[in-house]
């Protein structure tokens, strides 16, 4: 069964402390890997999608790694206003949709 | 920065009552999808819509759920007999046909509780 999963479920780093998020998933074919951000009462939103095993993107100060087996999502030099819940998606090929995982939520203490 | 908008943001409902969940996608956008959240709980995918019919759906969209675009800008969910399960934060996403580059733009979710 495909699976994604998500570790630590929290984290509490003081302001400029680094840190990173791991997302393992397990699927036939890995078609997309996505990272959102989400704020409470709002909904997700994207920041990032990785396709293959070596592939980095970076935004501001968030960097999106990729391995055959697991994602991690770098967060350098974090600031309060980088609190949130961090959410990890799998594309599904038989039923064209997301697999998600429960989230990481960040807090980012000043 | 165009904008998914949900409403309502909030809906208490009574076990039983049927309700409608509005969405306004974004005007270029060509797909259109239904997420759930219970409190506490992962994102769950519900259906998928494009080209005015069901693309895909989960087998959480039963019988009870249906979606349509009743005047070519608006997509609705409904829940015809509302359980309790049904509780939940209510997401509707759109994306045009770049949704690995660019992803889904999400609303901020209808609240939906049902007593």
């Known amino acids: 069964e495909d699976q994604v999963t998500q570790s630590p479920e929290a984290l509490r780093l003081q302001e400029g402390e680094s840190s990173s998020l791991n997302c393992s998933y397990t699927?036939?074919?890995?078609?997309?890997l996505f990272w959102y951000r989400q704020d409470p009462g709002k909904g997700p939103e994207f920041l990032f999608t990785?396709?293959?095993?070596?592939e980095e993107k970076e935004k501001e100060r968030l960097k999106a790694t990729l391995t055959k087996k697991e994602s991690f999502l770098h967060i350098t030099a974090p600031k309060p206003e980088d609190s949130a819940t961090y959410l990890c998606?799998?594309?599904?090929?038989?039923?064209?949709?997301?697999?998600w995982g429960a989230g990481t939520k960040l807090i980012i203490k000043p | 920065e165009p904008e998914v908008t949900q409403t309502p943001s909030h809906q208490v409902t009574q076990m039983g009552q049927e309700v409608i969940l509005r969405c306004v996608p974004i005007?270029?956008?060509?797909?259109f999808y239904w997420y759930r959240q219970i409190l506490g709980q992962k994102v769950e995918f519900l259906v998928s819509?494009?080209?005015?019919?069901?693309?895909?759906k989960s087998e959480i969209f039963d019988d009870q759920f249906s979606v349509e675009r009743p005047d070519g800008s608006n997509f609705t969910l409904k829940i015809r007999s509302t359980k309790l399960e049904d509780s939940a934060m209510y997401f509707c996403?759109?994306?045009?046909?770049?949704?690995?580059?660019?992803?889904?733009?999400f609303g901020s979710g209808t609240r939906l509780t049902v007593v």
């Open positions: 998606a799998v594309w599904e090929d038989s039923n064209y949709q997301l697999i």
């Open positions: 699927v036939s074919v890995l078609r997309g």
């Open positions: 990785l396709y293959s095993a070596g």
């Open positions: 005007s270029n956008h060509l797909y």
């Open positions: 819509f494009y080209n005015n019919e069901i693309s895909e």
């Open positions: 996403a759109t994306t045009s046909t770049g949704a690995f580059n660019y992803g889904y733009t």
